[in-house]
Structures are given as structure tokens and as C-alpha cells.
């Protein structure tokens, strides 16, 4: 992989990311040579090159996946690759006197979690 080094300013971030959003489908193919070291898809979208160069951009800038996540992620393709059923890890579960809040076009939505379920 080629070492390109970007300015952590978040101002020159978002610049570089608004130039991808507007980049023509042969500089974004340059732009993903430089920044993965390989060829591009032969048959890859416009949409797919934008979203994987902005990652990769902010993946430089911030840091890639946890640990935790790329190896939960290879088991997964590994199992796939294998013909093994996908089995996702069960997400942890609340404990009682949690509360979870989502706010969804601008309603604030609650759910408290007790011993004998959730209200």
C-alpha cells in the first residue's frame, strides 16, 4: 500500500472529501490506484469508487476497524467461504435500569429496560 499522508486538518479533510464527491469517474480510478496500491474493479460504479476512496481517505486520517471488528469480519467471510452458516455474535444484553434513547424526526423516542422486560 502506498503511505499517502493527508492533512488532519478537519477543514482540509472536508475539502479533499467534497473533491471526491465531484471527481470524474477516471479520477477517482487514479485516486484508488494511489490509495490501495492496485486496480480498481473492472466493472465498479461510479457510486462504489466515490464511497471506497472517501473511506479509505478518513480510514488514514482516523484509523481503520478495531481489532475486535476485522477479526469478527474475516470469521465471517471465512465461514461464507466454507459454506458454514453465518452465526453473528448476539449483541450484549441490556441490564435493568438501562435507558435507550433515539431521536427520530425530532421525536425523542425512550425504552427502559427492567427486570421483567422493557417499557
Not at 466454507?82 to 452465526?87: D, E, Q, Y
Request: aromatic share 6%.
Amino acid at each position: 500500500m502506498q503511505d499517502e499522508t493527508f492533512p488532519k486538518s478537519l477543514q482540509m479533510i472536508s475539502l479533499k472529501l467534497a473533491s471526491v464527491k465531484s471527481a470524474s469517474i477516471t479520477e477517482l480510478k487514479q485516486q484508488w490506484r494511489g490509495l490501495y496500491n492496485s486496480e480498481p474493479p473492472l466493472r465498479v460504479s461510479r457510486e462504489l469508487l466515490t464511497r471506497a476512496v472517501a473511506y479509505r481517505i478518513q480510514e488514514q486520517v482516523y484509523g481503520g476497524l478495531k481489532p475486535s471488528s476485522r477479526r469478527f469480519l474475516v470469521r465471517l467471510a471465512n465461514d461464507a467461504r466454507a459454506g458454514r452458516p453465518l452465526k453473528p455474535e448476539p449483541a450484549a444484553a441490556a441490564q435493568a435500569g438501562t435507558v435507550l434513547m433515539r431521536e427520530w424526526h425530532g421525536v425523542t423516542h425512550e425504552v427502559r429496560v427492567s427486570d421483567r422486560g422493557v417499557l
